[in-house]
Structures are given as C-alpha cells and as structure tokens.
C-alpha cells in the first residue's frame, strides 16, 4: 500500500516571502502520478501542480513548483513571493499510473499561514 | 474545465433520520466517482469507490448499509447517509474521475453533515 507523510503540520510565512513545503511517500510501483492539492477555508479542494514519475523534469505552475527526486521519493512544493490568498491546507497526494480507476492517497497535510 | 456540483453544502438533520448528498459531473462524464470524509483539521479519509452501473467498493470499516452510494448515470452519484447519528457529523467530498483518459480528479465543494 502506499502512503504519504508531510511532516510539517504547520507553518507560516511572510508576504513576498518563499516557502517550502515537505512531502515524502513509499511506494513500489515505477509509474504514478503526484499532485499538491490546495484547501482554502472553503474547504474546496483545488489542485495546485502535478507530477508525472517518468519526467524527470521538475513541474511548474507559476508561483508554485516542485522539487521531485524519485529515488529518495521526496515531492517537495515551493512557493515564491507568497500571497495572502495562498493560506490554505495543502495536501500531497499520490495515484498510481495504472489502467482503471484508483483513489488519490492523500497525506495529512500542511496548514500554511501567509502573514502579511 | 470539469466541474462537480455537490449538494447540500451544509446540512441539519436529526438523528435517525436519512441524509442525501448528490455529485454531478456538469460538463464531463465521471465514470468513477470517490466519496471521501474529512473530520475537522485531519486529512481525507476514502469510505467507497463507486463506478457507474456497478455496486460501489467500501474500504475496510466504512459501513455499506449505513452509507448507500448510488452511480446510476455517467453524470450523478449519490451518497445516502441512512440513520444518522451525531458521530456521522463531519464534512464529505466528492471526487470525479472522467472520461477520455484524464488522470485529473475533479472535486465537489464539500457537504458539511451535522447531526442533532
């Protein structure tokens, strides 16, 4: 089964200011997916990035990025010149890359406070 | 892009009484559809897979007769809360998954339950 650990249950930054958040998860399939999913206090779940695990290349999406090393199965999000509106949950989550339909496994995610 | 309406977002009822809660895929057809449960400030907890035309898949201690899920069109899945209790209480999402070979999900904007 996999599972998914973001070890920082909290954290806060500055307006402008850059950030990091961790994500680690195990595995062992060779082809998923990886997503940072935002939770604002709407409670909407909004994907913010995703992964593929054949790319080597790191993804990006504006403001936000990621820091993906598959062998030490680390998904790290970063997020530059932070604003007040990023302050949300924000939940890593990985799918396996299988034909069919399979659940997102989600992590118990970080609460991030932009401070202005 | 894919919408999923959810409804109610908010709900009272009393215990003993049933609950239901409908996902509509607006503008996609969501050949599978994930029901997850988030109690407050704690991740998303997976209860059942449903796929359309078929009986939905519950994980290990989610109670089949107590949470009814119904797939019976590519575009409506519904989740019956039947007999509630005060401990039923907590916030539901729904998550689509479509066709045409997306590995997107798209998410409903939440149920929030409460019993009395």
């Known amino acids: 089964a996999q599972t998914v650990t973001q070890s920082q249950p909290e954290m806060s930054v500055q307006e402008a200011e850059t950030v990091t958040l961790s994500c680690t998860y195990d595995t062992s399939e060779s082809n998923y997916y990886l997503f940072w999913y935002k939770q604002p206090p709407s409670r909407q779940m909004i994907l913010v990035i995703r992964?593929?695990?054949?790319?080597?290349q790191n993804a990006t999406e504006n403001r936000f990025s990621v820091n993906f090393q598959k062998a030490a199965k680390s998904f790290s999000l970063k997020i530059s010149d932070s604003q007040l509106g990023d302050t949300a949950m924000y939940f890593c989550a990985f799918m396996k890359r299988i034909s069919g339909n399979t659940p997102l496994v989600f992590g118990k995610g970080t609460r991030l406070s932009v401070i202005a | 892009g894919a919408v999923v309406s959810q409804h109610p977002s908010r709900v009272i009822c009393k215990s003993g009484t049933s609950v239901k809660i409908e996902c509509r895929s607006l503008d996609f057809q969501a050949t599978t559809m994930f029901w997850y449960r988030q109690f407050p400030k704690q991740s998303l907890m997976l209860m059942a897979t449903?796929?359309?035309?078929?009986?939905?898949?519950?994980e290990q201690g989610v109670e089949k007769d107590k949470f009814l899920i119904n797939h019976a069109s590519l575009t409506l899945s519904t989740l019956t809360v039947t007999s509630a209790h005060p401990e039923d209480s907590s916030f539901y999402i729904c998550s689509a998954k479509g066709t045409g070979g997306s590995y997107g999900y798209t998410f409903g904007s939440g149920t929030r339950l409460t019993v009395v």
């Open positions: 992964q593929e695990a054949y790319k080597q």
């Open positions: 449903s796929n359309e035309g078929s009986k939905a898949t519950y």
